[in-house]
């Protein structure tokens, strides 16, 4: 058994394709429509093109937003990506103007910082 899909809910797809590829550097997989505004949109690392696929799935229903903004509320991270220097990419993606919400901060092995992806979540990176 394997992780093939996850997924993030998010306020605009269009907003947050920009934002998970142009700031993120993630590359766009799939882009079907679905009717209306929506489509399956889908990204994937560069690194990994085959890899797990991450769904930016509208955020339309009403269960989505009461936990998303729960989590913000609470400093909870969504999703948590892996890099390999955790202060260099704060460096990078701060330099875009992307907000933490915590600094690289270390614990024990691990190094994480929080981002607000724009889009109604936040995101850990962390590196060990």
Known sequence: MRIH???VFVDDQ???LHFYTEILGFAKKHDVPLGGKARWLTVVSTEEPDGTELLLEPAGHPAAATYRDALVEDGI???Q???DDVQAEYERLSGLGVRFTQEPLER???TTAVFDDTCGNL???ASQ
Do not use: D
Request: net charge positive.
């Open 123 to 125: 995101i850990q990176i």
């Open 5 to 7: 899909l996850t997924s």
């Open 14 to 16: 269009a907003k947050a």
């Open 108 to 110: 024990g092995p691990v």
């Open 77 to 79: 991270p969504l999703a």
């Open 81 to 83: 990506f892996a890099v």
